[in-house]
């Protein structure tokens, strides 16, 4: 299956693609042109494409191999896990290109890794219909995976800006070398969750002091537990898998389409992940993300998680799941995820929450998507977008379709029970359609609902309201009614607050509240 995009959808996903690969600026033009020209947007922007930059790619996919030629059936009833297995081997460690039949089906038993860099899928619109015998090792149909040492502790925490940390002990940084990849960390032990999360590479090592390439990005506090780090021993770069679905017919165990670990630079395109429970994509320490037309599709619980993962970028990919299941939400971004743009999707069918970014999630754009439900009113969520201890987040030209019961279209605040309690802040919220839900916004005190959203029936704000007109007021026209605008007095002049209305008369006027 390959879902079609609008013209305008492919015309933001090209853009990307394209600056992606350095050629264009697509995503600070767009965000000038919502008015919009705060530095930490500037931030996440220069994050989410960072990663997915091309990066010593010369060997990408170099050798093409056939997987039919090694014994692959492609018949949807034989075993085929041997055989891609052994197309994968063929190559040793260079560069492979897997190529599959069109439209065949290669049944696997056991998960297929990815375990080398430089490996490209092309799945000529085949399915990899996943049957595991042995649940409890192979519950990931393909699995992205890097390897990582143990865990090695940092003394005191590391702020934004540093070039620089250090280790507890000069043996935990005895085997590092100029140019290794580490994971930094920071863990909740009372939740057990990871609160803050990136990746760097090593410059040098002068006894227990680890220099970086790159200025941290990210500050790790040692508030909720020591800060800690591991060097990536193998670290699996530049993976492309693209025109391939991955299906499961298992109703009862938790399964996962495609999991990504301790890699970089990896792009899913036009891939379908097709689970009855589980997740249909799911990464977790990983840098370098990026979705582009993909769907997650599943009639039972199944749903898509992104964890500590940075650099992620999501692009006109469809995210649907039907589930009795009360936690499940259709995506999440979590766990110190950072500098990820979500653009341009669709979101619906999730069984509690459509979205949910939590615990530590940061400098992020949300921008142009569609949520909506199913019509089967039984199956609707009850929450459309919710953020949980996120920071630097814009939530912009969204539409929000509600379902049925108490639900709230938009809420951010707080993520509560940890050892210290991440607090929400600098999440902006503006220009977003939001309608059918029982409230429409929620709104933590430390962020900011800006004017130009639509939204009904309610509002529920936690510390008060701030509206920030921009300078030219728009006409009082029928699009405009119900808005309020702040015209902001000189010194010794009062304030002005209007409101666009429509009389008797049919005619549209502000008229002065204050």
Same mark, same amino acid.
């Given at each position: 299956?390959?879902?079609?995009?609008?013209?305008?959808?492919?015309?933001?996903?090209?853009?990307?693609?394209?600056?992606?690969?350095?050629?264009?600026?697509?995503?600070?033009?767009?965000?000038?042109?919502?008015?919009?020209?705060?530095?930490?947007?500037?931030?996440?922007?220069?994050?989410?494409?960072?990663?997915?930059?091309?990066?010593?790619?010369?060997?990408?996919?170099?050798?093409?191999?056939?997987?039919?030629?090694?014994?692959?059936?492609?018949?949807?009833?034989?075993?085929?896990?041997?055989?891609? *297995?052994?197309?994968?081997?063929?190559?040793?460690?260079?560069?492979?290109?897997?190529?599959?039949?069109?439209?065949?089906?290669?049944?696997?038993?056991?998960?297929?890794? =990815?375990?080398?860099?430089?490996?490209?899928? *092309?799945?000529?619109?085949? *399915?990899?219909?996943?049957?595991?015998?042995?649940?409890?090792?192979?519950?990931?149909?393909?699995?992205?995976?890097?390897?990582?040492?143990?865990?090695?502790?940092?003394?005191?925490?590391?702020?934004?800006?540093?070039?620089?940390?250090?280790? %507890?002990?000069?043996?935990?940084?005895?085997?590092?070398?100029?140019?290794?990849?580490?994971?930094?960390?920071?863990?909740?032990?009372?939740?057990?969750?990871?609160?803050?999360?990136?990746?760097?590479?090593?410059?040098?090592?002068?006894?227990?002091?680890? @220099?970086?390439? &790159?200025?941290?990005?990210?500050?790790?506090?040692? =508030?909720?537990?020591?800060?800690?780090?591991?060097?990536?021993?193998?670290?699996? #770069? &530049?993976?492309?898998?693209?025109?391939?679905?991955?299906?499961?017919?298992? *109703?009862?165990?938790?399964?996962?389409?495609?999991?990504?670990?301790?890699?970089?630079?990896?792009?899913?395109?036009?891939?379908?992940?097709?689970?009855?429970?589980?997740?249909?994509?799911? @990464?977790?320490?990983?840098?370098?993300?990026?979705?582009?037309?993909?769907?997650?599709?599943?009639?039972?619980?199944?749903?898509? #998680?992104?964890?500590?993962?940075?650099?992620? %970028?999501?692009?006109?990919?469809?995210?649907?799941?039907?589930?009795?299941?009360?936690?499940?939400?259709?995506?999440?971004?979590?766990?110190?995820?950072?500098?990820?743009?979500?653009?341009?999707?669709?979101?619906?069918?999730?069984?509690?929450?459509?979205?949910?970014?939590?615990?530590?999630?940061?400098?992020?754009?949300?921008?142009?998507?569609?949520?909506?439900?199913?019509?089967?009113?039984?199956?609707?969520?009850?929450?459309?977008?919710?953020?949980?201890?996120? #920071?630097?987040?814009?939530?912009?030209?969204?539409?929000? =379709?509600?379902?049925?019961?108490?639900?709230?279209?938009?809420?951010?605040?707080?993520?509560?029970?940890?050892?210290?309690?991440?607090?929400?802040?600098?999440?902006?919220?503006?220009?977003?359609?939001?309608?059918?839900?029982?409230? @429409?916004?929620?709104? @933590?005190?430390?962020?900011?609902?800006?004017?130009?959203?639509?939204?009904?029936?309610?509002?529920?704000?936690?510390?008060?309201?701030?509206?920030?007109?921009?300078?030219?007021?728009?006409?009082?026209?029928?699009?405009?009614?119900?808005?309020?605008?702040?015209?902001?007095?000189?010194?010794?002049?009062?304030?002005?607050?209007?409101?666009?209305?429509?009389?008797?008369?049919?005619?549209?006027?502000?008229?002065?509240?204050?």
């Amino acid at each position: 299956m390959k879902k079609r995009l609008t013209t305008k959808g492919r015309r933001l996903v090209t853009s990307l693609v394209l600056f992606s690969l350095g050629l264009v600026l697509p995503l600070s033009r767009i965000v000038g042109q919502s008015g919009n020209n705060d530095s930490n947007v500037v931030a996440a922007i220069v994050g989410v494409t960072a990663g997915l930059r091309p990066q010593g790619r010369a060997n990408v996919g170099a050798t093409r191999i056939q997987v039919d030629d090694f014994g692959a059936k492609g018949d949807g009833n034989t075993d085929d896990s041997a055989a891609l *297995e052994a197309a994968r081997d063929a190559s040793g460690k260079s560069g492979v290109t897997l190529v599959f039949r069109p439209s065949a089906v290669y049944r696997t038993t056991r998960r297929f890794d =990815i375990n080398k860099s430089n490996v490209i899928v *092309e799945g000529n619109n085949a *399915e990899i219909l996943f049957q595991p015998v042995d649940v409890a090792r192979h519950e990931r149909a393909l699995y992205i995976q890097g390897s990582v040492s143990d865990l090695r502790n940092v003394k005191g925490p590391i702020s934004i800006g540093a070039i620089s940390f250090t280790a %507890s002990s000069a043996v935990d940084t005895a085997d590092l070398m100029t140019g290794d990849w580490l994971t930094i960390q920071e863990r909740d032990p009372r939740m057990k969750d990871l609160v803050a999360f990136d990746m760097v590479q090593v410059r040098a090592v002068n006894g227990q002091v680890v @220099s970086v390439f &790159n200025p941290f990005r990210v500050a790790f506090t040692a =508030i909720h537990e020591t800060v800690k780090f591991r060097r990536v021993t193998n670290l699996v #770069e &530049n993976t492309v898998i693209r025109d391939l679905r991955i299906r499961s017919t298992d *109703e009862k165990n938790h399964l996962v389409g495609i999991a990504i670990n301790w890699s970089r630079n990896t792009i899913l395109e036009n891939v379908v992940s097709q689970p009855r429970r589980g997740n249909a994509f799911f @990464s977790y320490q990983a840098q370098g993300v990026k979705l582009v037309n993909c769907a997650q599709l599943s009639s039972q619980s199944a749903a898509s #998680e992104f964890a500590a993962t940075v650099d992620l %970028s999501i692009l006109g990919t469809t995210f649907s799941t039907v589930g009795a299941s009360s936690d499940t939400s259709a995506l999440a971004i979590d766990t110190g995820s950072g500098f990820f743009g979500v653009i341009g999707n669709q979101i619906s069918n999730g069984a509690n929450v459509l979205m949910q970014i939590t615990t530590g999630a940061h400098d992020g754009l949300i921008i142009g998507n569609t949520f909506g439900f199913s019509q089967d009113e039984a199956r609707q969520a009850g929450h459309g977008l919710v953020l949980r201890g996120t #920071e630097r987040v814009i939530v912009s030209n969204n539409i929000l =379709i509600g379902g049925v019961g108490s639900g709230t279209g938009i809420s951010t605040g707080d993520s509560l029970g940890f050892t210290a309690n991440i607090v929400s802040r600098d999440n902006q919220i503006k220009n977003n359609i939001v309608s059918g839900y029982a409230v @429409s916004y929620d709104i @933590s005190p430390n962020d900011v609902l800006q004017a130009g959203n639509s939204f009904f029936p309610g509002l529920v704000v936690e510390g008060g309201l701030k509206l920030k007109s921009p300078k030219a007021k728009p006409e009082c026209t029928a699009v405009t009614r119900g808005t309020f605008w702040l015209v902001e007095g000189a010194s010794g002049t009062r304030d002005l607050l209007e409101l666009c209305t429509k009389g008797a008369d049919d005619i549209y006027a502000w008229r002065q509240l204050y």
